[in-house]
């Protein structure tokens, strides 16, 4: 993925900012009194502050847990480890020396050292306990009820362990709790309603579990609350109008769960709120143009829901939105200008809905804009030349629209960019020459329009060019030699071009990751074409065919979470849905040799002429497909094709493989095509991944 936080999104400051500092307070109060003790004298240093009835508790639970890295080794009977307040994770009162924080919690980055086992109950003898944190660790069982029992207890964190069962209705008593995460656990059933007590509650996660039934309203009578992520469950109904009460809240995640209904319209009441994800439920009807009230909003994601309707003008008075997706939905009209109002935002995806009418101009204001994904849409009309002001733009994707005329040669002022699909669109005239400037570009896909006119030789200047479809179009004229210096280059279909003439560029032998590995020359050709072996072929064992249709297209997964909002945000760029290249699947590869596999070079279909020393001697080569071609060759009548094709599937069965180790190919119609290797190469599926990296 792309490499650098800063690289894709500046983050926006951390709805976590205020939390942290509630922790680290505790933290900071708890150390500073323990290094007051250790620095107030002889008499001080020696003094055994701790209760032994809380020490006796502390020696329970340790003897109940697990402890297989020898975390706990400083708690013992022994008299160097007397007092329980020098113990790791165990903090004390100064003056009283109750125990008032134990912190057990794994770090997130760092040796997994962990506990397991069970929570012992003896725990309920620290009736001063005010900070519990055995986050990250592997307890198990049912969710310790007897902590609704710790009435002044201020911090809770259970995160990721494996607690099951329901959470505990006796919480909602905890009136001192400031901070509640029971996130990544197994809880299952719903949340209970007297949550909606804990008046002082400012942070609220209890994402990634099990939990279901409706989001209780009373979770709207807490006015503290700043952080609520209920992300990663099996919640349902609709959202509680209730949560637009929550006027200090800065951080809303309900996504992936199975909300249904409409977004209400008083969560345009937060006006405090920076992060919004309603994202991957079945949320219905039109977006609320109270949204755009939100002047904090940062983060904005109602992705994968069913809404409807048009998108509201008024979200583009979001002046400090950073992230806005919208895709996959069934939103329709008109993309609205106002967007380009946007000057932050850095990510904008529209993609998979049913707008329709011209790309707004305006959108070419968005400085700051990194990725931009308008696919799979009805827009019309020309592709605006403002886009290349987006000099920012990283992923620029507007393919399966209706847009025409001609590609902006603006485009190759994008120096950044690294993606860009214009496929499947009606747009027509020549190939900008200045799209050879997009230095950093990985990805270009062209194909299915009515482009003419010939191959700009400058794209030969894409050094790092990963994959060339160029496919479906009126292209004319020669194959530029030049594009022989793509050494990068894993994937070219110059494919369907009718009018592409001339020889093969020798230069093309030197495409070293086109050709990638040393492997033996296969051939396959169609055995409806009349095209022959010419007699100098030296058979080789029946290899079998590769499959000519290309899988559909997949996206991504759409984010890894993090726990902290910083990034998230980046993650969720990070995680761009993406068409990926098609990945050749062999029926009969040579198994005993899975790594001989390289992409395919094709030739078929059109009226270019072949060299013989373009594919002779080229021992790194998959395939050689004459498919549809006049023939031109002879056929060793010593080969004997048909057991090759008995076990392909039907839809391949009309196809011969020929496996060789050189082919002394004369004059041919000739179509260049290669696709990626096969699966199973690590190396290489992770240069793929690296595409988009």
Known sequence: MWSGKQDLLESPPSPLTSFSSLLSQLHHRCRRRRKDTHNGGVEAANKIRCIEKEKQALLKFKEAAIDDYEILSSWGNEEAKKDCCRWRGVHCNNHSGHVTMLDLHVPMYGPYDHLSGKISPSLLELQHLKYLDLSGNSFEGRFPEFIASLSRLQVLNLNANYFGGPIPHQLGNLSNLRYLDLSFNHLEGPIPHQLGNLSNLRYLDL??????????????????????????????????????????????????????????HQLGNLSNLRYLDLSFNHLEGPIPHQLGNLSNLRYLDLSFNHLEGPIPHQLGNLSNLRYLDLSFNHLEGPIPHQLGNLSNLRYLDLSFNHLEGPIPHQLGNLSNL???????????????HQLGNLSNLRYLDLSFNHLEGPIPHQLGNLSNLRYLDLSF?????????????????RYLDLSFNHLEGPIPHQLGNLSNLRYLDLSFNHLEGPIPHQLGNLSNLRYLDLSFNFYLEGPIPDAFGNMISLMAKKSRVRALLTATTRAEVPPTIETQPAVGALPSQRPSSSRLSKRARSTSTEQQLIDEVESIPQSPPPILQPEQADRAEPSNWS???TFNDRDIKASDSVVAEKDHLLAFNLAKNIPVVSVDPSLRLEPMVEDLPIEQSNETVVPTESIQATESELLLETGLQVAGDAAFDAEIEELFS
Do not use: A, T
């Open 370 to 384: 990194r990725y931009l994904d308008l696919s799979f849409n009805h827009l019309e009309g020309p592709i605006p």
């Open 207 to 264: 994402s990634f579990n099990h939990l279901e039934g409706p989001i209780p309203h009373q979770l709207g009578n807490l006015s503290n609350l700043r952080y609520l992520d209920l992300s990663f469950n099996h919640l349902e109904g609709p959202i509680p109008h209730q949560l637009g009460n929550l006027s200090n809240l800065r951080y809303l995640d309900l996504s992936f769960n199975h909300l249904e209904g409409p977004i209400p």
């Open 425 to 441: 669109n009606h747009l027509e005239g020549p190939i900008p020459h200045q799209l050879g400037n997009l230095s950093n570009l």
């Open 599 to 601: 992409p395919k070079l």
